[in-house]
Structure formats: C-alpha cells, structure tokens
T-cell receptor
C-alpha cells in the first residue's frame, strides 16, 4: 500500500461547480498536510496547509483533515476555468526541513 | 511564502554532456533545499535533500555520481546532471522549506531534453 493515495482523474466539471479532491494515507504519523496546484510545465504552487485535524478556509478553497479516517480533502467553490490544473496533496511527519510525501495528483478541468 | 528561482528554465543538450541547474532562494536563507524530478503526467519524485555546507542525502535509486548536488550557500543549490542521456530528460524542480508547518515552496522548474 502506498503511503499516500490520490485518484489521478481526470476530473471534468462545469464552471461554477463545487469540486472535491481527496487523498487517503496510511501513516498515522503524518501531522502536516498541504495542497498544491500545478499548471502544465510549471512548479507546484502552495494553496493550503493545515496541521492535524480540522478545517481551514481561504477564499474559494477549503481544506479538511480527518486524522481518524486518514483522509484529507480540498474543496473548491464556484470553480473557474483558471482552476484547471493538477492538484497534489502532500504531507509530512515533522515541522521542519523534511521531505514531503506527495500524492500522484488529480487533473482537473473546469469547462466554461 | 518564499520566492525560489531556477536557471535555466529549459535546456537542450547532446548525449554525454553535463548540465548544471541552479536553484536560488531569493528572499530566505535556506539551510535545506530539495530536488525533485517529474516525468510527464506523473507526480514529483524526490531525488535528494541538499544541506548547506554538507553532503546531500540521496534517495534510494538515485545515482549520486550522476546527479551532483552542491549547496554552496544559504541561497544557492546546484544540480549537475553528468554525462546526460536521453532517459535523463525530465522536469527538474527544487524547493525550500519554510514556516512552522514545513510548507515547501517550489521553483518554476527546469525542463531538460537530452538528444
């Protein structure tokens, strides 16, 4: 079993839809969770980061962490064509200078 | 966040030559930088952890003699692909870790094509 599982998609939604992206993980030691957005041929861009369980909201984005289920989610409200990208979840055990473990990424297309 | 640059953004070279890729942390002194490679439609694969003033830590399966990493200062790490071959063609990305949550900030990436 891989440490982090993420459905690669592709996921196609109409403009304005609510998008739900998810990752599951197997290692209960993960405490720090991040979501990145990557456009084609670009480096990943940090969208959200959270610690332990709970919700965090930033504009149209909401990140949720359920450590009891080892499940994290990213919700995008009022999706826009500019949200079309690959979304990667990432996590780590510690808070400083350690490599992240990434999911495979989910390709999202928002159709106008 | 942190601002990270990479140079060059793309490079084409002949098989057998060496290519150096620079990663700079522009607004933050980074004792640790990370190097990843990414093949088309695949996720990031960690190659090595670059530590300022000491030897890099390579992931299993990554040839340290082929992928030379030098972290010469708190703002610069370089990755040199030695004797490059077509199978080394990939997207190479560096990152720095900053903040209490181990947030990592990535450079724009370098696309290497070996002919």
């Amino acid at each position: 079993q891989k440490e982090v599982e993420q459905d690669p998609g592709p996921l196609s939604v109409p403009e304005g839809a609510i998008v739900s992206l998810n990752c599951t993980y197997s290692n209960s030691a993960f405490q720090y969770f991040m979501w990145y957005r990557q456009y084609s041929r670009k480096g990943p861009e940090l969208l959200m980061y959270t610690y332990s369980s709970g919700n965090k909201e930033d504009g149209r984005f909401t990140a949720q962490v359920d450590k009891s289920s080892k499940y994290i989610s990213l919700f995008i409200r009022d999706s826009q064509p500019s949200d079309s990208a690959t979304y990667l979840c990432a996590m780590s055990r510690t808070s400083g200078n350690t490599p992240l473990v990434f999911g495979k990424g989910t390709r999202l297309s928002v159709i106008a | 966040g942190a601002v990270v640059s990479q140079h060059p953004s793309w490079v084409i070279c002949k098989s057998g030559t060496s290519v150096k890729i620079e990663c700079r942390s522009l607004d933050f002194q980074a004792t640790t930088m990370f190097w990843y490679r990414q093949f088309p439609k695949q996720s990031l694969m960690l190659m090595a952890t670059s530590n300022e003033g000491s030897k890099a830590t390579y992931e299993q399966g990554v040839e340290k003699d082929k992928f030379l990493i030098n972290h010469a200062s708190l703002t610069l790490s370089t990755l040199t692909v030695t004797s490059a071959h077509p199978e080394d063609s990939s997207f190479y990305i560096c990152s720095v870790s900053r903040g209490s949550y181990n947030e990592q900030f990535f450079g724009p990436g370098t696309r290497l094509t070996v002919l």
